[in-house]
């Protein structure tokens, strides 16, 4: 369907190519140009007597509005002489720029989240492991002649495996001989906060009697052995086990006693335990 456009740009289409120029109008109008030269001439000169800045100007105006007049005859027949299907130039639009944010631009970056510190109060940093030492610097005789009587013999150690809170009193005796008869007594002095926790020997468990109980500021393990029943030869330990009060425990208050039968013959050994204290004194001087 064709519009009111469509319709005017097609007749002017159609006129423009109708049009063929009159030369004989044309040349007439030459000639009668021609002969009003002389006249023009006389008029120039009227002219020049003139202010030049009035006459520059009337020409600057009538330059001007012949300039306008011709480009506007110019489009007007470039568009009717122009094909229906040559489309007009397009047209892009260009969005501008998006303006930043002044938040942007001014506020400061987001700190990271604090990470926790992983420092520890001075109750909750962990304890040091105990210093192992040697087990023949760990047994502490009262004296020669009570850790060894005949065919039996004994030495007292604190436990390497024991801590700022927990210990562990180990009592070793070895015998050449049978015993028939055996009661070993381990004494757990009361240093602070010292508690049993456990107790066990390497003999057999059915073979023994054992009580623990408190007595004149002491924690005392007993294990006697029980009639009828026998230790062959060789070595044992009888262990003590017990929490105390943090810190490295003193144990030069400790003692043991034991007493045996071999071949009818009454035994009897006893003596002390080496402390976390003075084995670490003791290692310091040997270094």
Known sequence: MRTLHDELRAGLRETAQAYVPDRARILARVERGMAAAPEEKRRSRRRASRPPLLAWARVAGATAAVSGILAMGGYALASVVKSDETPADPTVSVSPMPTPSPDATSRAPIPPAPQPSGHNTKDDEPSPAPKPTPKASNTAPASAAKAEDGPLWSGGSIDPH??????????????????????????????????????????????????????????????????????????????????????????????????????????????????????????????
Request: charged share 25%.
């Open 162 to 287: 024991s801590n700022e809170f927990w210990a562990q009193s180990d009592l070793t005796i070895k015998n050449t001989e049978q015993l028939t008869a055996l009661t070993v007594e381990l004494k757990v002095a009361e240093t602070g906060g010292v508690n049993s926790t456990n107790a066990w020997r390497s003999l057999p468990e059915e073979d023994f009697a054992l009580t623990v109980t408190e007595r004149d500021g002491f924690l005392v393990y007993t294990w006697v052995l029980k009639a009828g029943r026998a230790v062959q030869p060789g070595e044992w330990v009888f262990a003590g086990q017990y929490n105390h009060a943090r810190g490295v425990r003193d144990a030069k208050g400790d003692t043991y006693t034991v007493t045996a039968e071999a071949g009818g013959k009454k035994l009897s050994v006893e003596g002390g335990f080496v402390g976390q204290d003075r084995k670490n004194q003791s290692d310091d001087g040997d270094s």
